[in-house]
Nanobody, 123 residues
């Protein structure tokens, strides 16, 4: 009943920008905590950026000042604006979100991951 779908990945030149989107579909009531993770080939998944329900953000040191996480006021869509992309940024980027949805007339919690979107940076 709840699905997260990422989009916006692609190939960009060194120094370029991309904006990733994460849309929560279904009987969504809210998208509270959300985060973007990435996994590069041969590496472990790492947290890139996080945004909690109070609007507080947290970024990996490697992306501070270059990436910005945000969310629509309706809390159904989140974003990751990525600027000044470097060869260290290519990976599959995943959205993770926690929130509430309507289930058979009651509120239920969801904790979901998207399917991932590929980001490639060429020099």
């Amino acid at each position: 009943q709840v699905e997260l779908v990422e989009s916006g990945g692609g190939s960009v030149q060194f120094g370029g920008s991309l904006r990733l989107s994460c849309v929560a579909s279904g009987t969504i009531v809210s998208m509270d905590d959300m985060a973007w993770y990435r996994r590069a080939p041969g590496k472990q998944r790492e947290l890139v950026a996080a945004l909690n329900g109070r609007g507080e953000t947290n970024y990996a040191d490697s992306v501070k000042g270059r990436f910005t996480i945000s969310r629509d006021n309706n809390r159904r869509r989140g974003y990751l604006q990525m600027n000044r992309l470097t060869p260290s940024d290519p990976a599959v980027y995943y959205c993770h979100a926690v929130g509430a949805y309507q289930s058979l007339g009651d509120l239920a919690a969801y904790d979901h991951w998207g399917q991932g979107t590929q980001v490639t940076v060429s020099s």
